[in-house]
């Protein structure tokens, strides 16, 4: 019988062994050794570390958040490598080292769907260069001519001999030796890259030894909850700290800014005081601030004359011209991106140093977010990223290191913060809402001879990055509609910037996840109107566009594009680049008779030039899938004088299994200079493929989200 | 004090017993495979056994535990060889992974229950959310260790 209270275990887990005392090395993934800090091997570089068993350590700049960098990653440098993948474990890369050696890691942040597109390159080439090491080393211990030698599957040999040794052998030696000049592998000669490969954190995470953030247990530690103002922009005037200072195992209460963190031996003993606690706010006017005033105030400003984005021949003049001309608006939400573990940051604040665990996005934004906190230069702060439950966007901001770190300054002692789940879906960045309004003139013979659009959307970047919003427009609120790829020779596109007091941030495919649903919905309302069907529609205007016209022949085929469906039962398609990759699909929907909604089937054809692992690649598809259709159906924050009203799981719902679709993803690689792109893409055709359906059998167009509030009955 | 039996282990602990589950496994025996998802018994993240019934620890007082056998995914194999971990494994299920060690306890319930589960069974009883959607790989994998454990 062990008798174990919370004290005790304090005092005892310094010492305790085993998997779940995460002391100070970052948490390291693969089979090898999962949790072991990578030690006695030599390190080639930066990137790379090699044990004398054999055992190869690759750095991961990019946080694994559930889209395989840590797997697709290691794949890049272990064929350049010539490792045995086996071999292979991965573990973070040190975002301090970066700081303090010039960028070694070169861009930490991950978003964007970048980071295979963005870091391939070099990673290849640390591979190559470790390789060559490699070789070197082993043609020196054998006195014999590199040129000689060559590298395959863990070891290196010499051709005229046949010797052989392992890179586990050479590696201290190759650590020393310098080579010049290597080059990296053509993509014909890639044999791991290309490979369905599984992943190497799946084995941590059927068991629970996976660290995220929260599992983050330091010798001494202690627990915060926060209570923030119910409205984002309020302050905090007062609280009562007397009231709950005797509530078992509370410890003490930290003012900020825009909360009270309440400190104590357990998180549940740490939240059961802060609910408790008696607060009082300063709210201000946003107390009075309503989600459908605000949407009307969006739909307003669409008639007002906004920012040129594109202008190319006579919209207007030839919308007058027009035989026929058809107009809609189309408005969304807010969203959050409601990441399955809550946000929550650990830090241990020490003499001249700040160490803080957490899962984030961006390990380098979070350290400078730390180090402003603290006041102590960046080099003196440790940023440990562990795995991420959930990113979507929402951990690339720093929001709650920076509040952990205050916390954590205050109390002396390390400190583990947690937002609950409802404090988490209040705390802003969310993804934009938006109105965006669009209007198509045909000549007398239907063809499509004048568009224009305007759209009016929360900023993102007005926010962080002020100068990038150029000319009175936000590049990321209009991704997708100033790139339309429609064919037509009148053009005219706008944008207007329409910020409230919430926050707006990156939201999983961020423009396109509000674009891609207006837009492509829209194309089927000119299909329409044309009296065209909406596939042979987007293939007369793409005709300029040979990679979306193959990828549209491919979802046509695949997905039985025109096959009779039954009464209730309808396909709908769409098409959209994201971030540069190509993903289009059809969704098969059925009304019931009673007006329930089932969303049967979704096939996608996806182009992203070329594929690291087509494994996680379907899988991000997949997941893309599913968190589309869940803000397609549900998605909707709603605000009532101020406060999100949507706060937790009950009211803000989530695509279960029983109502997931049969998913089924191709791809139609065009191959080029483009690679991967694959975690976003996914999402942003599922609105408007699905809506597309639901008009065929309703006979109603859905010009809002989310779809659940719309009454369904078959036309 | 509470008595508590998780994972063939007794414990003793000096805990309020109104304390749910969840955060006594978490923070005051630091078994941090079972996750805080919501706290509202909507999500599932927090699922463990109390004498093979899945049960939600965030809703689930300590006391009521304690004369129960508990199971944790920390205790459903020593070395993932559970047949449903095999086949979490083989079909490379876990995206981001927060929700799974929820799924995995629901599905091997499920299988104790229901040892060849239909689609709509699984759709009845696999009720805990995945943010990254990986319900059709975590369905695929519910087949195939109702087959392996057939097997066997
Ligand atoms: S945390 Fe228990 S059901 Fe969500
Ligand atoms: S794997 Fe991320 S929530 Fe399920």
């Keep these: 019988m062990t008798r174990v209270t919370r004290r005790r275990f304090i005092q005892s887990s310094a010492t305790a062994a085993g998997g779940l005392m995460l002391a100070f090395h970052v948490p390291a993934f693969g089979k090898a050794k999962p949790f072991d800090a990578a030690t006695g091997g030599s390190e080639i570089n930066a990137w790379i570390l090699i044990d004398p068993d054999d055992t190869i350590t690759i750095r991961v700049a990019q946080s694994e958040m559930g889209e395989g960098v840590m797997t697709s990653l290691p794949m890049i440098v272990a064929d350049e490598l010539e490792a045995d993948f086996k071999n292979v474990r991965a ?16 861009r930490m942040l991950t978003g964007g769907s970048s980071a295979v597109r963005h870091s391939r390159p070099y990673l290849q080439q640390a591979g190559a260069e470790a390789r060559e090491r490699l070789v070197k080393a082993a043609a020196e211990r054998w006195n014999v001519a590199p040129a000689e030698c060559y590298a395959d599957y863990g070891k290196v040999y010499h051709r005229p001999t046949r010797r052989s040794i392992n890179y586990g052998a050479v590696a201290a030696d190759a650590a020393k030796v310098s080579v010049a000049g290597v080059k990296i592998k053509s993509p014909r000669d890639f ?17 629970g030894s996976a660290v995220f953030g929260m599992d983050v247990r330091l010798p001494g530690m202690v627990y915060a909850a926060v209570v923030h103002c119910p409205v984002l922009s309020g302050t905090l005037r007062g609280f009562r700290f007397n009231a709950v200072r005797d509530k078992p195992g509370v410890i003490a209460a930290v003012r900020l800014e825009r909360g009270v963190a309440i400190v104590a031996e357990t998180f549940w003993q740490a939240k059961t005081a802060a609910e408790a606690l008696p607060i009082e706010w300063d709210i201000g006017e946003d107390g009075r601030a309503f989600s459908d005033s605000m949407q009307r105030d969006f739909v307003a400003a669409l008639d007002k004359e906004g920012a040129l984005v594109d202008n190319q021949g006579k919209a207007a003049e030839t919308m007058d011209l027009a035989d026929k001309v058809i107009e809609s608006q189309y408005v969304v939400p807010y969203l959050s991106h409601a990441c399955m573990e809550p946000l929550n940051c650990t830090v241990q604040v020490s003499p001249g140093r700040i160490d803080v665990w957490a899962g984030v996005q961006d390990p380098l934004s979070a350290l400078k977010a730390a180090a402003e906190t603290a006041g102590v230069a960046p080099e003196n702060v440790y940023v440990h990223n562990c795995f991420l439950g959930g990113g979507f966007g929402r951990r690339s901001h720093p929001d709650y290191v920076r509040e952990a770190v205050q916390v954590a300054m205050e109390v002396g002692q390390p400190v583990q913060m947690i937002w609950t789940r409802e404090e988490d879906s209040r705390q802003g960045q969310y993804r934009p809402m938006a109105a965006i309004r669009f209007k198509a003139g045909f000549d007398i013979s239907k063809n499509l001879i004048a568009y224009t659009n305007h759209s009016v959307t929360h900023s993102i970047l007005s926010g962080i990055n002020p100068d990038a919003v150029k000319n009175g427009v936000d590049p990321t609120s209009v991704e997708g509609l100033s790139n339309m790829p429609y064919r037509v020779a009148n053009k005219r596109i706008t944008h207007t910037i329409k910020n409230t007091y919430l926050s707006a941030w990156f939201w999983r495919s961020v423009g396109s996840s509000q674009n891609a649903f207006a837009l492509e919905c829209f194309v089927d309302e000119m299909a329409t109107a044309a009296g065209m069907d909406p596939l042979h529609f987007r293939k007369r205007y793409l005709a300029d566009r040979p990679e979306m016209l193959n990828v549209l022949d491919q979802l046509a085929q695949k997905s039985g ?19 540069g990759t190509i993903c289009a699909q059809v969704a098969e929907v059925t009304v019931t008779e009673k007006g329930g909604l089932t969303v049967d089937r979704i096939v996608s054809v996806v182009d992203c030039g070329n594929l690291v692992n087509p494994m996680t690649a379907e899988e991000q598809i997949e997941s893309g899938i599913v968190f589309g259709l869940t803000a397609a159906l549900y998605g909707k924050l709603t605000i009532e004088n101020g406060r999100v009203l949507e706060t937790n799981f009950d009211t803000y719902r989530m695509l279960t299994m029983a109502e997931t679709p049969v998913i089924e993803t191709h791809f139609a690689l065009s191959g080029g200079d483009k690679w991967g792109g694959i975690g976003e893409p996914g999402t942003p055709p599922v609105a408007p493929a699905v809506c597309n359906a639901l008009y065929r059998i309703t006979g109603r167009r859905i010009r809002s989200l989310p779809i ?5 009955s078959r036309a | 004090m509470i008595r508590l039996r998780i994972n063939g282990q007794d414990h003793e602990l000096d805990v309020d017993p109104a304390t ?26 927090c699922t463990v056994h109390l004498n093979g019934q899945p049960v939600r620890a965030c809703s689930t007082p300590v006391s009521q535990a304690s004369s129960f056998e508990v199971v944790t995914i920390e205790g459903l194999s020593k070395d993932r060889s559970h047949p449903v971990q095999q086949a979490w494994i083989a079909e490379d299920v876990p995206q981001c992974g927060y929700c799974q060690s929820g799924q995995i306890m629901a599905a091997v319930s499920l299988l104790k229950r229901n040892a060849r589960p239909s689609d709509a069974d699984i759709d009845a009883a696999m009720t805990n959310i995945c943010r990254c959607g990986t319900y059709t790989r975590i369905r695929a994998a519910i087949h195939k260790a109702a087959a392996m454990m057939g097997d066997a």
Excluded at chain 1, 91 to 106: L, P, Q, T
Excluded at chain 2, 21 to 42: E, H, M
């Design chain 1, 91 to 106: 573990e973070y890369a040190d975002a301090n080292r970066s700081v303090r050696e010039g960028g070694v890691y070169n």
């Design chain 1, 191 to 207: 044999d791991l890259i290309g490979l369905p490969t599984p992943r190497l954190d799946v084995p941590e995470k059927v068991d």
């Design chain 1, 561 to 579: 594009w025109g096959k009779r469906m039954a009464y209730g039962s309808a396909q709908g398609m769409a098409i959209h680049e994201c971030f």
């Design chain 1, 708 to 712: 659940k509030d719309y009454y369904l």
């Design chain 2, 20 to 45: 749910p589950l969840l955060w006594v496994l978490r923070d005051n025996l630091n078994l941090t495979g079972t996750k805080y998802g919501c706290g509202i018994g909507q999500c599932g993240a």
